[in-house]
T-cell receptor, first 114, second 114 residues
Framework: DTAVSQTPKYLVTQMGNDKSIKCEQN?????MYWYKQDSKKFLKIMFS???????INETVPNRFSPKSPDKAHLNLHINSLELGDSAVYFC?????????????FGPGTRLTVT | QQQVKQSPQSLIVQKGGISIINCAYE??????FPWYQQFPGKGPALLIA?????SEKKEGRFTISFNKSAKQFSLHIMDSQPGDSATYFC?????????????FGTGTRLLVSP
């Protein structure tokens, strides 16, 4: 019944490693997003995909690469992890790419880089 | 110009009281203003949203008041309950891009004491 799911829920890794976070939605939505929430709870969009095409790409280091194999999945791959990448990463989805549409968030993945 | 300023950072309200959270923006191109509620360990969830062509929207105990000329909007929680204790985020997005890119406020941690 989970609408937007993410794996893993917790990820602890060392600097320099490469890691991936997976996201899946079973809502039939066309648009998916990745957000980063820092230690002060500030929530900022990173990427958005609509029908597997990248539509929003914020100023994010190119060590971060989203991949959308199909409409229901949007994965986030992070290369050469740095301490500053520690945060909670949220995946979200929405039915339409338009303005007034509810975004449904996943439970988050807490990434800790040591 | 893309910022949404939110205050207060934290708020303690007695059960049954009124919680008020304020947000302000600069970019007059913003035309959709949602509020999201986030419980600890969970992803944000849409609470209520408003377009700037109305001055107030009410859903149960939650009301958004919108002042277009002042570029401010606020969330009022009437008869606040301990279950309302959460972090609240205001947000804004621009419609003319065709895609929803939410800019979030910094969040308000609300604690409703029994």
């Amino acid at each position: 019944d989970t609408a937007v799911s993410q794996t893993p829920k917790y990820l602890v890794t060392q600097m320099g490693n490469d890691k991936s976070i997976k996201c899946e939605q079973n809502l039939g939505h066309d648009t998916m997003y990745w957000y980063k929430q820092d230690s002060k709870k500030f929530l900022k969009i990173m990427f958005s995909y609509n029908n597997k095409e990248l539509i929003i790409n914020e100023t994010v280091p190119n060590r971060f690469s989203p991949k959308s194999p199909d409409k229901a999945h949007l994965n986030l791959h992070i290369n050469s992890l740095e301490l500053g990448d520690s945060a909670v990463y949220f995946c979200a989805s929405s039915q339409l790419a338009g303005v007034m549409t509810e975004q449904y968030f996943g439970p988050g993945t807490r990434l800790t880089v040591t | 110009q893309q910022q949404v300023k939110q205050s207060p950072q934290s708020l303690i309200v007695q059960k049954g009281g009124i919680s008020i959270i304020n947000c302000a923006y600069e970019n007059t191109a913003f035309d959709y203003f949602p509020w999201y509620q986030q419980f600890p360990g969970k992803g944000p969830a849409l609470l209520i949203a408003i377009r700037p062509d109305v001055s107030e929207k009410k859903e149960g105990r939650f009301t958004i008041s919108f002042n277009k000329s002042a570029k401010q909007f606020s969330l009022h929680i009437m008869d606040s309950q301990p279950g309302d204790s959460a972090t609240y985020f205001c947000a804004a997005s621009i419609g003319n891009t065709g895609f929803q890119k939410l800019v979030f406020g910094t969040g308000t941690r609300l604690l409703v004491s029994p």
